[in-house]
């Protein structure tokens, strides 16, 4: 059974910066494709990062140079970085992971941290 934990949320002051982790437990996590998200309220949840199998990555257009993806298959971990945050920021982030089994797709989600950003 896989199982997501995050950690590494908490409150943050403008233009800093923070380290989320997000820790797999399972087995084929070196071949999984691995993401943050996050949901603010009222608002829909939206790609934050995404690091695939092969370490390609991807982010958001509200995180853009701002955010960095890494994974540790040895460590089964999958670490955000942001810099330059932004009240806007405040949001649970979320631990995502993907894998598939032929066609089908399997979507595994971390409990979520909160990060709030003060101004």
């Known amino acids: 059974q896989v199982q997501l934990v995050e950690s590494g949320g908490g409150l943050v002051q403008a233009g800093g910066s923070l380290r989320l982790s997000c820790v797999v437990s399972g087995n084929g996590f070196s071949i999984s494709h691995m993401g943050w998200y996050r949901q603010a309220p009222g608002k829909q949840r939206e790609l934050v990062a995404f690091?695939?199998?092969?370490?390609?990555?991807n982010y958001g257009d509200s995180v853009e140079g701002r955010a960095t993806i890494t994974r540790d298959n040895a460590k089964n971990t999958v670490t955000l970085q942001m810099t330059g945050l932004k009240p806007e920021d405040t949001a649970v982030y979320y631990c995502?992971?993907?894998?598939?089994?032929?066609?089908?797709?399997?979507?595994?989600w971390g409990q979520g941290t909160q990060v709030t950003v003060s101004s």
């Open positions: 995502n992971l993907v894998t598939f089994e032929g066609l089908s797709r399997y979507d595994y």
């Open positions: 690091i695939g199998s092969s370490t390609s990555v």
